[in-house]
């Protein structure tokens, strides 16, 4: 065991929008299966706002309640659920500085990046998370525990050489996320042994169901409003009050907007509601819980005649962007925005083009300065746009929305042209309800996705693509700070007034916010080691040798 320190500085959230600054938080002893990290860096991310405000009501804040047993949960001291102060951070790049006798898979003195989403231990309505019910990065040591980060073969910890920077390492979560939205498969069949509901407004008959049963079968099939004889031979009547929430597709025959949404409070996780109209039209928009298309993955389709089938063939095999496809992206001169903008001019695929939109000039301006280099590279058109001087005009092929506004989702709705795309990448809480003009989501056949959170293949990639210099996750850098400076960093994020991701080193107690662009007048050491305005390796090491940055 090396000479730790008996106390730590720490960030904890201690109830809903309250912040402390712990300068003498005990560092945890470690148990036998636990390991201890020394935290280099971790970004602060809109995500880490959300678990502000909302705090122990926050899904992810809640108590685990499988995958461990609660003697097991017991004896992790990071394990900090409902309204337990907890440390956030889920953007690290860390140190192993000890190990129990029981660890196998880690070793003291390697570099790890951890992968913040436990989906193998559920909570009530999400899974547990290092940085929100399990303690985070933004603290100088943390615990974590080889059965957590280990599951089932697989390792939530990744090993990291030492030739990145610690900020260019930390990115890689918030980037894996990005990339995450487009490579995360969708479902163009019934779920396989879930449960389908088959609902039909009065004097209608469901039809064309027989290609979609024989693709994929479901567990079992409810019927409401029609005769279950005419859907399967399996088939059950039940009246719709009796429907049990959690469904894995819902097949709907009518045109009731107020229908519509109250079969879209019975969908379960990555669920599908089809509409099929029969020729009619939806009486008016349609309340649609956004909220959910991000975390539980759920789904909206439908056709404007009889057959079911027909909408799930226009589902597309993922939501990435394809060759000849015009780009809106919604909130693109945000830490998050730039990253999507960056993805998409580097794809080089032919017929692309890009309308970074945003409402602050400033910001734009800083957008056009990292991007258009790598458009121009990548032979990308590319402009970037106030919306608020020049709207958008409907028609693109691909529409992402990163402004959590709810009236803004609909706007990239009535964006979207035949055959396209929009990605709700904005973290809507769930519960969030958007006016949607779903009929002319069927219409055009138009497919709306969102995803919360990454899988460890985009991490790989991500990082891959680091290590052989084929990114450099530092474009996005736009600010650092060390603990004094966080309430100014997370009220940055919080006011949309970062142009880029905010980078915090808990080893520096006193260093407070600076912009990047700042450097030169603040920390002029740091600022004559980057390489024309990036992020370098050097310049962390001077950053990290300034005895008193303030």
Known sequence: MPDLPATQYAIQFTGKDEVFLNTAK?????????????????????????????????????????????????????????????????????????????????????????????????????????????????????????????????????????????????????????????????????????????????????????????????????????????????????????????????????????????????????????????????????????????????????????????????????????????????????????????RTVSLGLPGVTVDAADVNDERLAHLAAVVEPTAAERGAPFRVVNSTVTPLEPGYGYVTCLVPVPALLSQAVDLAGEGAIVNAFAGFAAGTLAELDLQGIIERHVFLIGTSGSEMTDMRTLLTKLETGALDTAISLDAVCGMAGFSDAIDAVNNRTSGGKIMVYPGLHDLGFVRLYELAEKLPEVAAAMNDGRWTKSAEAALLATADPR
């Open 26 to 342: 005990p560092v945890d002893a470690i148990g036998p299966t636990q390991i201890l990290l020394q935290v280099e860096a971790c970004g602060i991310c809109f995500s880490d706002t959300k678990l502000l405000h909302a705090f122990a009501d926050h899904p992810r804040k809640s108590a685990v309640v499988s995958g461990l047993s609660a003697d097991e949960l017991a004896q992790v001291p990071s394990y900090r659920p409902g309204a337990e102060p907890t440390v956030p951070g889920h953007e690290p790049v860390a140190r192993v500085v000890a190990v129990g006798d029981q660890v196998t898979h880690y070793q003291v003195g390697e570099r790890v990046l951890v992968q913040a989403d436990w989906r193998h231990l559920p909570t009530a309505a999400s899974n547990g998370a290092f940085g929100y019910n399990f303690e985070g990065a933004l603290q100088e040591y943390v615990v974590v525990d080889e059965r957590i980060v280990v599951h089932e073969g697989e390792e939530f910890m990744l090993r990291v050489s030492d030739a990145p920077t610690a900020a260019q390492v930390a990115l890689v979560e918030p980037w894996s996320t990005v990339e995450a939205s487009y490579s995360r498969a969708e479902r163009n069949t019934l779920a396989a042994g879930g449960r389908l509901l088959v609902v039909a407004d009065a004097g209608v008959t469901p039809s064309g169901l027989e290609p979609l049963l024989a693709a994929a079968r479901p567990g079992s099939i409810e019927v409401a409003g029609a005769d279950p004889a005419a859907v399967d031979p399996q088939a059950v009547a039940i009246g719709l009050h009796q429907v049990e929430p959690g469904l894995g597709d819902i097949l709907y025959f009518g045109s009731d907007a107020a229908t519509v949404e109250r079969l879209s409070a019975l969908l379960g996780a990555r669920s599908l509601l089809c509409v099929v109209l029969g020729g009619a039209t939806l009486d008016r928009l349609v309340n649609l819980d956004v909220g959910r298309v991000h975390y539980d993955f759920t789904r909206y389709i439908g056709t404007t005649g009889s057959d079911p089938a027909e909408a799930y063939a226009h589902i597309p095999a993922k939501g990435e962007i394809r060759a000849g496809d015009s780009v809106a992206i919604i909130g693109a001169a945000g830490p998050m925005g730039l990253m999507h903008t960056v």
